[in-house]
């Protein structure tokens, strides 16, 4: 089975506001505000290559650098 981080993202409900909030602080600086492309590519259209987790592990592993490893807590 996944690892218990995953098992627990994939648990939670979406947040748009909190969700906001750390794109803003962590992913906005490379994805862009709009997340429509910087120094990272455009996120619009993630979803239809890329699913809940590959995503995960693609935000959580660090292995596609410059991208940083991030775990965001659930708090
Ligand atoms: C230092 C710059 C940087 C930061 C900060 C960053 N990313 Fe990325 N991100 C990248 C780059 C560069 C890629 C392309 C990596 C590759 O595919 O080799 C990428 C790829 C991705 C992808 C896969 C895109 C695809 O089309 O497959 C996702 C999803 C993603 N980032 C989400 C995030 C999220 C969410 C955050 C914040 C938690 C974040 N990134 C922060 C640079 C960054």
């Given at each position: 089975m996944f690892e218990p981080y995953v098992q627990e993202v994939l648990?939670?409900?979406g947040d748009m506001n909190k969700g906001r909030a750390i794109?803003?602080?962590n992913c906005a600086e490379c994805h862009g505000l709009q997340a429509d492309g910087s120094v990272g590519?455009?996120?619009?259209q993630v979803h239809?290559?890329?699913?809940?987790?590959?995503l995960i592990h693609q935000v959580t592993s660090?292995?596609?650098p410059p991208m940083p490893k991030f775990k965001p807590?659930?708090?």
């Open positions: 648990s939670l409900k794109f803003k602080t590519p455009s996120l619009h239809r290559h890329k699913f809940k987790i590959k660090g292995k596609t807590s659930f708090q």
